[in-house]
C-alpha cells in the first residue's frame, strides 16, 4: 500500500496507475471532496496533523507526496520519499536558485532589484506557483520580506524535462515536452518539443536528482534563449506537463514514480506517439465534442468546475495541428 500526502489530481493519476499493478492507495487531504478518493482510502486531516499522519503512514509500505508545498517537518516524520532534501531545496526559490547555480546549471539573474537589472520579475519565495504571488517590476523598488528578484527573460520557448531516478541511481528520461502558459497557467504541453536540446536538458535533471539523492519522478520547467537552456524551476514530484505521459509514452510518470519508489524496476519512457496535451481549466467542456477530436484521450478528475481550477485534460495522439487549435478552442469555449 501507498500512503500519499495529498488528493488532489496528481494522487488520482498515481492511484489509477497503482491499479493493475495491484498497489492500492491511502490519501491525506484537507478537504472530504478531494478527487484521489475515487481511487483509494481517503482520510480528511490537515497536512500537518500528527495523528493523521500516524494513520496515513501506519502499514504503508512507502510514503509519497504529490504537491511540494507540503510541511517538511510532516513529510520527514512519516519519512516521505523522495525526502527532506528535494523538499527544503524546492519549497524555497532562493535555495533552488543557489542549488541550480552551486551544479553550474545556468539560470535567470537573480537576487536583488540591482543584480537582475530592470524589467523584472519580483516572486515570493515560498509557496508561490502557477504564476501566483509575481510581479513585473519596471523601475527600481526594494523587495519586500521574503521576495526574490529574477531578470525577466525573453526566451523563445519554455520547456520541460521529467525523469525518473530509481534507488539504484538509475535514470530515465521522457522526451523534452514544449509547454505553452497562460496567466500563468500550464494551457498546452506538446511532446516531443520540435528540436528540443534533449541531453542538455537530461544532463541539468540529473545533476539535480544525483545532488539531492533523489528517488521517483523529477520535473525541471527550462527557459530556451537561443539553443541554450536557463533552469527556471524543479518540482519534486509527478508534473502536469508529463500528463501526455499515460498516452503518449511507453510508461506513465506515474507508474514509473510507483515503481521507483517501490524499489521496482523502471519501465521504459520511449515515446509512443507525439502528442499534444491540453489542460480542461475551471469547467468539463461536453464529453461528446472532445472524444470526437481525432486521437483525444479523455481524463477527467471528478472535480466541481471552479475558475482556473485544472480539472481534467486531454491528450491528442499524432495530432494535426488544427486538432490541437480546435482542443484549445473547445477548452476556451465556457
Ligand atoms: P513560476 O511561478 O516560476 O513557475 O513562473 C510561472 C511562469 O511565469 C513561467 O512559466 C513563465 O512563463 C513566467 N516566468 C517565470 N519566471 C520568469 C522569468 N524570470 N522571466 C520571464 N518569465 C518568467
Wanted: include cysteine; hydrophobic fraction near 45%; charged fraction near 25%.
Amino acid at each position: 500500500m501507498v500512503a500519499c500526502i495529498g488528493g488532489g489530481q496528481l494522487g488520482r493519476m498515481l492511484g489509477l496507475a497503482g491499479l493493475p499493478l495491484g498497489v492500492c492507495f491511502r490519501f491525506l487531504d484537507p478537504s472530504a471532496e478531494a478527487c484521489a478518493r475515487d481511487v483509494g482510502e481517503l482520510l480528511v486531516a490537515e497536512y500537518d496533523d500528527p495523528r493523521a499522519l500516524g494513520r496515513l503512514a501506519d502499514g504503508a509500505d512507502v510514503v509519497t507526496f504529490e504537491f511540494e508545498n507540503v510541511p517538511v517537518e510532516a513529510a520527514a516524520r512519516v519519512g516521505a520519499v523522495p525526502g527532506r532534501a528535494a523538499l527544503e531545496q524546492g519549497q524555497d526559490r532562493l535555495r533552488e536558485k543557489e542549488l541550480f547555480r552551486s551544479l553550474a546549471i545556468p539560470t535567470a539573474r537573480f537576487g536583488s532589484v540591482e543584480e537582475t537589472g530592470l524589467p523584472a520579475l519580483v516572486k515570493s519565495r515560498r509557496l508561490g506557483y502557477d504564476g501566483k504571488g509575481q510581479r513585473r517590476v519596471d523601475v527600481a523598488d526594494a523587495l519586500g520580506e521574503g521576495e526574490l528578484a529574477e531578470e525577466l527573460v525573453a526566451f523563445d520557448r519554455e520547456l520541460s524535462i521529467v525523469g525518473v531516478r530509481a534507488r539504484s541511481g538509475e535514470t530515465r528520461f521522457w522526451p523534452v515536452g514544449e509547454n505553452l502558459h497562460r496567466d500563468g497557467i500550464l494551457r498546452v504541453t506538446r511532446a516531443p518539443a520540435p528540436g528540443a536540446p534533449q541531453s542538455d536538458a537530461e544532463a541539468i535533471c540529473t545533476k539535480i536528482m544525483d545532488a539531492l539523492d533523489y528517488v521517483g519522478v523529477l520535473a525541471v520547467e527550462l527557459f530556451e534563449v537561443g539553443g541554450r537552456l536557463l533552469a527556471n524551476e524543479f518540482a519534486p514530484r509527478v508534473h502536469n506537463t508529463a500528463h501526455w505521459t499515460i498516452d503518449g509514452a511507453a510508461t506513465s510518470q506515474f507508474e514509473n514514480h510507483l515503481r521507483a519508489i517501490l524499489g521496482l524496476p523502471l519501465g521504459p519512457t520511449e515515446l509512443r506517439a507525439p502528442s499534444a496535451m491540453v489542460n480542461l481549466i475551471g469547467s468539463v467542456p461536453a464529453l461528446e465534442a472532445m472524444l470526437e477530436l481525432p486521437g483525444a484521450r479523455v481524463h477527467l478528475y471528478g472535480k466541481a468546475p471552479r475558475q482556473g481550477r485544472k480539472v481534467g485534460h486531454l491528450t491528442l495522439i499524432d495530432p494535426a495541428e488544427d486538432t490541437v487549435q480546435r482542443a484549445v478552442a473547445l477548452a476556451d469555449a465556457r
